[in-house]
């Protein structure tokens, strides 16, 4: 009988800036995501707002695609095939709402050298705000711990996971920071600290967390600086800027629209390219 992952607490910003994928090498064995900080990653547990959750059917069988906020930034579920109860379960759900969710971690390159993140959740529960609260203080300090490891090992000469372990490094952290640390280099640990600490700065903070962002016609402002079919980032962004959406609303919704298919990156960070086919 095949062991069951443990489903890792990660802030969205540490998951999103992932890069490095360990694919399965039999059939049935899992696939693991590897974060920056050394998070080898099957199975994650999140916690935070649903403010998004939209339907694509088919003839053969419902699909969903959800956002869920947490302090950081955001992640993307998507539901099928096999999951189309947890996809009527998220629509089901009044946005913006809290929510925590269990899911396997996945992602996908829309072309080589950009890889996207995403979770097929298996459980979808919605939760109070004590509850979201109490998860960004448990996985601040699992990342705080992460963090930790990482300082030690980046201090060594070998690291190796049989060296990592020897001295001191967690058995269940030294194989994903000896991975992380070839694959990413020397890692901004400074940056994942601040993280963090916004992170508990808004679970402590006594102001209302749920607010839903105003709202703005993406395909309309798109459209106001196209040429032809081609989308310049540089002047998309100076039409949001001059409009008074904040960029990380702007880059928001272009991830929701690559997601659908709707429009793709024909030069990655300069140029979009829209689907005209699929635009209206």
Do not use: C
């Amino acid at each position: 009988m095949m062991k069951r992952e443990l489903a890792w607490r990660l802030f969205a910003e540490e998951y999103r800036a992932s890069t490095l994928v360990e694919s399965a090498i039999e059939d049935k064995s899992p696939t693991y995501v590897i974060t920056p900080l050394g998070a080898r990653v099957n199975r994650i547990f999140l916690a935070g707002t649903l403010v998004e959750a939209n339907k694509k059917e088919s003839a053969e069988y419902l699909s969903v695609r959800a956002v869920i906020a947490d302090p950081t930034g955001h992640f993307y579920l998507t539901t099928g095939q096999y999951n189309q109860d947890i996809g009527y379960e998220l629509l089901n759900i009044e946005i913006p709402s809290f929510v925590a969710v269990v899911g396997k971690v996945h992602t996908y390159e829309p072309e080589p050298g950009q890889m996207r993140q995403y979770i097929r959740p298996e459980i979808v529960k919605k939760v109070d705000e004590k509850v979201r609260n109490r998860w960004i203080v448990e996985t601040a300090q699992f990342t705080k711990e992460r963090i930790d490891a990482m300082r030690e090992a980046l201090a060594m000469e070998d690291h190796s996971e049989e060296t990592l372990i020897s001295l001191g490094i967690p058995k269940r952290l030294a194989p994903g920071i000896s991975k992380a640390i070839e694959h990413y280099g020397d890692v901004n640990l400074n940056r994942y600290l601040d993280m963090i600490y916004d992170a508990l700065r808004y679970a402590l903070s006594p102001k209302e967390n749920v607010e839903k962002k105003e709202e703005f016609d993406i395909k309309e402002l798109i459209d106001s600086v196209a040429e032809g079919d081609d989308v310049y980032w540089d002047k998309l962004k100076a039409a949001a800027k001059d409009r008074g959406i904040p960029e990380k609303d702007l880059i928001e919704e272009i991830d929701r629209l690559i997601r659908e298919g709707i429009i793709f990156e024909r030069k990655i960070g300069e140029v979009l390219r829209i689907d005209r086919d699929e635009w209206y």
